[in-house]
């Protein structure tokens, strides 16, 4: 995953893009788990944010390299 991205002449990391993906899917899996209650099990809720935020950035970064997307 080395490289970056040309989205209107202008070059982004390829890492800053996949982040900021990982950010919506977190915002949208986050709000799922609010309104099924699981935060009522969990101690300290933005630690669990976190890891759930790196674990959809890793995700995505596993997929695109091994689909070939970005390089």
């Keep these: 995953m080395t490289g970056e991205i040309s989205l209107g002449g202008v070059y982004f990391p390829t890492l800053l893009l996949l982040a900021i993906g990982a950010t919506v899917l977190t915002l949208i899996v986050t709000r799922l788990l609010t309104h099924i209650g ?8 933005p630690l669990v944010d976190l890891a759930l935020f790196f674990l959809m950035l890793g995700l995505a970064s596993l997929l695109t390299s091994h689909f070939g997307l970005l390089s």
């Design 38 to 45: 699981f935060y009522r099990f969990v101690a300290y809720r």
